[in-house]
């Protein structure tokens, strides 16, 4: 429901309409007066409803909160996936692998439809890719030979050579160790 009214401020005439609640727009006719709160250094910041300027700060706030929430888990998350990918290809076996299969997802980047590449290694080990283009998918038909780096322990999945790169030959990784 939408409110038009007029009010005096500063000296100035005002003429504003905001969305009120289905209460107070069937309570008041044309021509009723009724009390307005405004910020006298601007009085175009006023609620004619009372609360409900704090109500949509609220709102505003808890969605904020949960939106940088949200955020930080996402970056944690992308973070740890990332640092034990690159702590497989650091620290990892080389395998080479077996292109078993493709697997189409429902992502889509710039319009072009995702896939995942799904291979095994020399010790029957299965994993997967990161996204490959739908494009690139010529490159690694079935039964492509694949270098995988794979975790002696288990712990964690093996990850293909070209989604993090390849090892360095010197025995330091990719980070610098003290």
């Not at 940088?68 to 740890?80: C, D, E, P, Q, V």
């Not at 996936?81 to 493709?102: E, F």
Request: glycine share 10%; no cysteine.
């Amino acid at each position: 429901h939408h409110m038009e009214f007029a009010f005096d401020a500063r000296g100035r005439s005002y003429q504003m309409e905001q969305t009120v609640g289905r209460g107070l727009y069937t309570r008041m006719n044309v021509g009723d007066t009724t009390e307005i709160r405004y910020w006298r250094p601007d009085p175009t910041v006023n609620e004619i409803e009372p609360g409900t300027t704090t109500t949509t700060i609220w709102v505003t706030k808890i969605a904020s909160a949960l939106s940088l929430a949200g955020g930080l888990f996402w970056i944690n998350r992308s973070w740890t996936r990332a640092s034990r990918a690159a702590r497989v290809r650091d620290r990892g076996t080389r395998r080479r692998a077996t292109v078993t299969h493709h697997i189409k997802t429902n992502v889509r980047i710039n319009k072009v439809p995702q896939y995942r590449l799904a291979w095994q290694d020399e010790e029957g080990t299965t994993g997967k890719s990161w996204f490959v283009s739908g494009r690139q998918l010529g490159d690694w038909p079935e039964g492509a030979e694949l270098t995988v780096y794979a975790d002696p322990t288990g712990k964690f999945p093996s990850v293909w050579e070209r989604d993090v790169g390849a090892r360095r030959d010197d025995g330091t990784g990719a980070v610098r160790r003290r």
